[in-house]
């Protein structure tokens, strides 16, 4: 059997991975997988990605030998942060396998170019986010809602205690 791992991210902590693992579970059924290692992460793709790193050690130990994704942008979500992860592990001889993007599995030169194209999609899709999030923020901060923590007095001397 070959050896698989598995890579799923959400954006957040609430969020959860529970609609990604069906589907990521029917391809490693359908190839006849065996899954070693699942790596989960629940934090933006731009911050410090603690399993995102754990996988990509063990890939270089040759862990595994396929690494099945849900959608490339929840690989990542710059393009050429994406294009340089798979593209490495192509050269380790690690195939990445996407749920959403079928077309990861071809060969040959178009497949390159096609990863450059929907990295960057995904690369668009965060700008937009961050954009209508600043929107928002700047719209509740006209009508003087206040953001942030509550501001809490500290007295110095019970704290030095």
Known sequence: MTRAAIYLRVSKGEQHTD????DV??????RG??????YEDSISAAKRRPEFDRMIKDARRGR???LVIWALDRFGRSMVGNLQVVLDLDRRG???VSVQETWLDTGGPGRELLIAIFSWIAEQERARL?????????RAKRKGVRLGRPQTRVDVW???R
């Open 94 to 96: 690690i195939e990445t």
């Open 158 to 160: 019970q704290a030095q």
């Open 130 to 138: 961050i954009e209508r999030t600043n929107a928002g923020l700047d």
């Open 33 to 38: 997988l065996e899954v070693g290692d699942v």
């Open 64 to 66: 595994f030998d396929v």
């Open 19 to 22: 609609n990604q693992r069906p």
């Open 25 to 30: 579970d029917r391809i490693v059924e359908k």
